[in-house]
């Protein structure tokens, strides 16, 4: 179901549809730690210009048949790189997001590689854990999707994880 999916740089004209894509107050909720008004399109272009503008972020629309379903992207937070991705939730259960990001770490030479995720975002964990990422501590942090604290995983795909997917 999933080797279609592609990953491309993001277009200008792809912003739109990843706009559209995070209007679904149940996707807001689920990720919890995204934008503090996700109708706010100034505020979305913006943060778009400015990760697509950093040589640092590695920033891919996730394709199928051209259509774009998502995206998935790679960045820095301090010494660290992360990975974050969304999926256009008409499109979840279909195993793009997992597709997604294993197709993001097979660019990325670095290792360990970070993510976090909300501790009952039960999907997002899966797709981490079937990447090769495992728990590696905890946090908790404002997540403006809900308007509260919440709780998280904190993850790490180590390098001895990613040399064994690769056998």
């Known amino acids: 179901m999933t080797a279609d999916l592609q990953l491309r740089p993001v277009r200008d004209d792809d912003l739109s549809v990843l ?22 399109r100034a505020a979305f272009d913006a943060h778009w210009a400015r990760i697509r503008a950093d040589p640092r972020n590695v920033v891919r629309a996730a394709t199928v048949a051209g259509e774009v379903v998502g995206y998935v992207t ?24 997992t597709a997604a990001l294993a ?15 909300a501790k009952d975002n039960r999907a997002s964990l899966a797709v981490l854990r079937k990447c090769g990422f495992v728990v590696v501590g905890e946090d908790s942090g404002y997540a403006a999707g809900r308007g509260t604290e919440v709780e998280e995983w904190v993850l790490e795909l180590p390098a001895e994880a990613a040399d064994q997917r690769n056998h």
């Open 103 to 117: 197709a993001l770490l097979r660019e990325l030479p670095q290792r360990p590689v970070h993510a976090r995720a």
């Open 74 to 97: 790679a960045f820095p937070v301090e010494e660290r790189t992360e990975v974050s991705y969304w999926i256009d939730p008409t499109r979840w259960g279909r195993g793009y997001a």
């Open 19 to 40: 706009f559209g894509h995070q209007q679904d107050p149940q996707a807001n909720w689920m990720a919890a730690f995204g934008p503090a008004d996700p109708t706010d």
